[in-house]
């Protein structure tokens, strides 16, 4: 193991001289090759030598000259690796060597032994002595240290990977790998010019044994797992050793190393192992170009996976398939190859390829048309593995955005005569029959709901749709892509099929209400109707490079909205419940409060007339709340399943401390920001009035309830601007009264609260 030390002082020029020793030791057996061939192996092919001795000479002769060519073979292969090491021993030092530079820029040192700690003899008098009397100056130092000494014994361990991996190919390149050469330790004719190639033929001797259900030494199952972290960007030994398991071995490797793993002994190797196998599928299947210009089923497609380049490509996922379809578990429990292949892909760290899911998508659905009940769960199924492998699937296409767009994109991807349409969304949303949990009982088969049902479905959608990965931060109140916005247009249209968008699959709920929350300057222009198009909508988006938006009608976008806003996101620090409604709520009153601070100013001897860009914004924020208050009081009186009359009290809602709780709440400036503080309101009060309202009486058109948060808001605004309390204020605040009833209103004609 090299240490820090002898990293940055071994001279690694030694190592291409010594290369250029090996080639011209290759030369010289060139020379001595053709000497032997016209001087003795040419003996025996002369017509003066005939008869046994001459052909039992000519073949031991023929030994003798194939030594010869193998020698230059194994001296030519040794110089290539030599070079290779040079390289990768180069590159590792170079980022060592850019490590320590960083962290003596920020203030440290370190030794020759690779040691950090904080450099005090460049800081001033007056710093060094407020560091000696400063507890928390002190911690950040150590956490700094910590930080930069973690990193640069990570970049030791890297070297030492490496090294390692130089060790493997230089024992492996000598040995004779012929046994009908005729000669037991001659020289070795099939040398490998490849550092790469070496670590994948020793790993596959290991991953080969381990996925027949023999047992492996640790020693070895620690190379194998150095083996996989060094070359976890490496597409040769990534393709050498998937080439040779196949997929086959893969799943069969997959399915031994959850079961290891499940064993509890030494779970946190398996579980290394399982990722490095993971990531090496993911480096081997990755394909130039991306879906958007060349998606599976295009002629460019076909013509790279037809070429040499995509030859490993075309049988490995041609193999797949013909293995996908495999049962690898019992009759009366099947487990079937794809399943243990998307449990394998949900391991890896690394990022999979999107023509590939896009691809492995399509085959996994035309399997499971094909074969009917594929992907259901019968008894106590497969721990570490889901039966529904296309769920789990879109989980994994979650962690790659732009795939996750690509695949549900309703206008297809590609252009000219490379276009491929997809119905992926219309086939997951409304055709597919998913799979539920089935068990035998007696001469009955018992089905439930899978509780994980369309939890990969909804992170896919929340990634298509906002280009980030689910949960994620970075929201703001910017427009999206035109293929995002295509992906969330569909998808509300085809969740309000037959207006129905209000009762939504669970695990849907979450994910799309963030989604929804990533879309609040749509849904804003939407319910408030500064959408042209609202609020019948359009059919097509408005489309306008990454400045795109949605033109949903605005009854399906309330009733999506409804239908994702009774579900837990999670509690508060004092236990109170926060629904996906608080969130959506939370960026509505935002983006409310920014769209009112764009209000143009007016001189003074205005604001005692009608000002009327006040009195347009103030009357879409209205709008807006009422369309709110609207959705929260349907919640609490919903009794289309059990039947209550009055208000539900378990259901509260929160309004101090939310916004930290979401990752969805984009930033806002200062002002913004003030008014939000100036307004603190309890909105819960406005969603309760409203819900009261409609319990007692069926016509509550002419009534106010709940205008409480518009009002604060407005007030608030009138406030930081200095304008409260003016003519021009207070006809802008009854504006947004006026329109808070008629967004209320309107919004319960699109729900069904009194139906």
């Known amino acids: 193991m090299p240490t820090y030390h002898e990293i940055m002082t071994t001279d690694l020029a030694t190592l291409t001289t010594a290369a250029e020793d090996w080639d011209d030791m290759a030369k010289e057996f060139q020379k001595q090759e053709k000497a032997y061939k016209r001087d003795v192996h040419g003996i025996t092919t002369g017509p003066l030598w005939l008869g046994l001795s001459a052909d039992t000479a000519n073949r031991r002769f023929d030994i003798t000259l194939k030594e010869y060519q193998s020698a230059q073979t194994e001296a030519k292969a040794i110089a290539s690796l030599l070079r290779d090491a040079h390289t990768q021993f180069t590159d590792l030092r170079g980022r060592l060597t850019s490590a320590r530079q960083d962290a003596v820029e920020a203030g440290l040192k370190v030794s020759d032994q690779g040691v950090v700690a904080f450099d005090t003899a460049r800081l001033s008098e007056g710093a060094r002595t407020a560091y000696h009397h400063d507890p928390d100056y002190q911690d950040s130092v150590r956490k700094s240290v910590s930080s930069w000494q973690s990193r640069i014994d990570q970049l030791v361990k890297d070297v030492t990977d490496a090294d390692k991996g130089v060790d493997i190919a230089f024992t492996a390149v000598v040995v004779d790998t012929d046994p009908t050469d005729g000669t037991l330790y001659g020289f070795n004719g099939r040398a490998y010019d490849d550092i790469e190639k070496y670590e994948a033929e020793n790993a596959l001797d290991i991953a080969a044994r381990l996925a027949d259900g023999k047992k492996v030494p640790a020693a070895e199952l620690v190379e194998l797992e150095r083996a996989f972290r060094d070359n976890a960007d490496d597409e040769v030994f990534s393709r050498t050793l998937l080439k040779r398991l196949g997929p086959d071995g893969t799943i069969r490797l997959g399915n031994e190393l959850n079961e290891l793993a499940l064993d509890g002994k030494d779970k946190a190797r398996y579980l290394a192992l399982q990722s490095g196998l993971a990531d090496t599928v993911a480096r081997a299947t990755q394909v130039p170009g991306s879906v958007a210009d060349a998606p599976p089923g295009s002629q460019k497609f076909k013509d790279w996976a037809g070429s040499e380049d995509g030859r490993f490509y075309r049988e490995w996922t041609e193999s797949l398939d013909t293995y ?63 039966a529904d492998a296309v769920d789990g699937l879109l989980s994994v296409m979650s962690r790659n955005p732009d795939a996750a767009t690509a695949f549900f994109d309703p206008a297809g991807n590609g252009s000219g005569s490379d276009h491929v349409g997809n119905d992926h969304l219309k086939y997951l949303l409304h055709e597919r029959e998913w799979p539920r949990h089935s068990t035998v009982a007696g001469p009955t088969v018992i089905t439930m709901d899978d509780p994980l049902s369309k939890a990969g479905l909804g992170a896919a959608l929340e990634a298509a749709t906002t280009g980030r990965e689910p949960d994620s931060e970075g929201a703001s109140f910017g427009r999206h892509s035109e293929a995002q916005s295509r992906v969330m247009q569909e998808t509300i249209t085809q969740l309000d099929k037959d207006a129905k968008g209000d009762s939504l699959p669970q695990n849907l709920k979450v994910p799309l209400g963030r989604a929804l929350a990533d879309y609040t300057a749509d849904t804003h222009a939407i319910l408030s109707g500064t959408e042209p198009s609202s609020p019948e909508g359009l059919s097509a988006i408005n489309a306008d490079g990454d400045e795109s938006g949605i033109t949903n009608s605005k009854h399906s976008l309330l009733r999506v909205m409804r239908g994702v806003s009774d579900a837990a996101y999670g509690t508060t620090p004092d236990g109170e419940p926060v629904l996906v409604y608080d969130m959506l709520y939370e960026n509505e009153k935002l983006y409310s409060a920014q769209y009112l601070d764009t ?152 729900l069904r609260t009194r139906k």
């Open 599 to 750: 209000a143009r100013d007016a001189p003074a001897e205005q604001q005692a007339n009608v000002v009327g860009d006040w009195d347009n914004k103030a009357r879409h924020v209205g709008q807006v709340y009422g369309a709110m208050t609207a959705i929260g009081s349907d919640m609490v009186l919903d009794d289309r399943d059990t039947k209550i009359g009055n208000l539900n009290d378990t259901m509260r809602y929160t309004y101090h401390g939310v916004g930290g709780l979401f990752t969805q709440i984009p930033i806002v400036g200062d002002p913004v920001q003030r008014m939000i503080d100036a307004a603190t309101y309890e909105y819960s009060k406005d969603v309760t009035a409203a819900a009261e309202d409609v319990a007692r009486a069926a016509d509550s058109t002419s009534t106010s309830a709940g205008i409480g948060g518009t009002k604060s808001l407005v007030d608030a605004w009138g406030t930081t601007h200095g304008v409260d309390g003016t003519e021009a204020h207070e006809h802008a605040r009854g504006e947004a009264e006026q329109s808070f009833i008629t967004g209320r209103e309107d919004a319960y004609s699109a």
């Open 324 to 386: 996908g379809t495999k049962n690898y578990g019992s009759n009366t429990q099947p487990l079937y190859g794809y399943q243990s292949f998307v449990a394998l892909m949900q391991h890896a760290d690394a990022t999979f390829d999107d023509q590939f899911l896009y691809q492995l998508g399509d085959d996994l659905m035309a399997a499971e048309k094909k074969q009917s009940g594929i992907f259901t769960e019968w008894g106590a199924g497969h721990e570490g593995i889901r």
